[in-house]
């Protein structure tokens, strides 16, 4: 497979490595000059505009867009727009909102699939999860690109039809929030509470057999190793929001209940403005799994 790869910031670049790295042919694009020239040094072919890209494919295009959800994309899709026929398969593997998705695949001459990605750039070596949702042919097509993306090919599979993929990540990432909060307040009960505890050796000890062992507790006792117990100087602020957002308003428009979710949603956007504990650890989190940056006092 020739793939060509729209985006090489932390995301893009892993997705670029690793299809070269399974034997593919890959030409990146980013609009970022360091970012093309940090991939042509590392042996990816890259295009100086994406119509140059699009040339490059020839018949038969296959592209994967991995560049900031919203205007990005869509100005990406603009300029593919011109080359594109329903020969051509376009993958978006970026936090897109599935409305906008469901837009894109129907507005597209080519076929389109919305590939929700899990992993985070911490995932690089064991490859990511992938949720794809769109036309089941071009599913199949884009199998072997798909296996060397993810984990392998269990790492993978079609939701459904367009927009299910990302309407499976957007839930995923109001978990993540639920997920992260629900291990910030069993931390700050135990920095607050009775005992002088080293959260990291609480952390390891669940990490090692327990019921609530995952990545995300991993990442909690990589988080108090590098930072202390007490979390240093990180500060009580989270980021993000915008994928939570999304999964409470659809929660809210199919009258389901989620509680956990909209209350983790909630302590976020109330942690711009007093400091608690359980926040600085999702700040810190985030950046354990997606080098998001931390914010510090
Ligand atoms: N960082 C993470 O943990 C995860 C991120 N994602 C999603 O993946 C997508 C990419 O995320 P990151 O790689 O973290 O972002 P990033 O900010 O590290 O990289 C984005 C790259 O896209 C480039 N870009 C922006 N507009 C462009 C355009 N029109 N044409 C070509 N290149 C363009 C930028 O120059 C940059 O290099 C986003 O939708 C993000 O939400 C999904 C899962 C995990
Ligand atoms: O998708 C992700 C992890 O699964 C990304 O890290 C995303 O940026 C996190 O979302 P938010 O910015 O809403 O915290």
Known sequence: MHLGVIGLGR?????????VDSGHDVTAF??????????????????DSIPTLADALGEEKRIWLMVPAGDPVDAALDELEPSLSEQDIV?????????????????????????????GPAGAELGFSLMVGGPEGAYETMTPAFDAVATGPEGHDRMGPAGSGHYV????NGVEYALMQAYGEGFELLHEGR?????????????????????LLELCE????????????????????????????????????????YDALGERF????????????????????????????
């Open 169 to 172: 990540k957007m839930v995923h």
């Open 222 to 261: 990589e988080a108090f190793r590098e930072e202390g117990t007490d979390l240093g100087d990180v500060a009580d602020h989270v980021a993000g929001g915008s994928t939570g957002t999304w999964t409470v308003q659809e929660a809210l428009e199919q009258e389901v209940a989620v509680p956990l979710i």
């Open 30 to 47: 980013d609009v970022s000059e360091d970012a093309l020239a940090d991939a042509r040094d590392a042996g990816i072919g890259t295009a």
């Open 270 to 297: 109330d942690s711009r403005t007093r400091a608690k504990f359980s926040r600085r650890l999702a700040n810190r989190l985030r950046y354990g799994f997606g080098r998001h940056e931390v914010a510090r006092e």
């Open 11 to 19: 995301m893009g670049r892993i997705v670029a490595d690793r299809v």
């Open 195 to 215: 005992y002088d505890l080293d959260l990291e050796a609480v952390a390891r000890t669940w990490n090692n057999g327990a019921v609530i062992r995952s990545w």
């Open 91 to 119: 993958v978006d593997g970026g936090n897109s909102h599935f409305e906008d998705s469901t837009r894109r695949a129907e507005s597209t001459a080519a076929r389109y699939l919305d590939c929700g990605t899990s992993g």
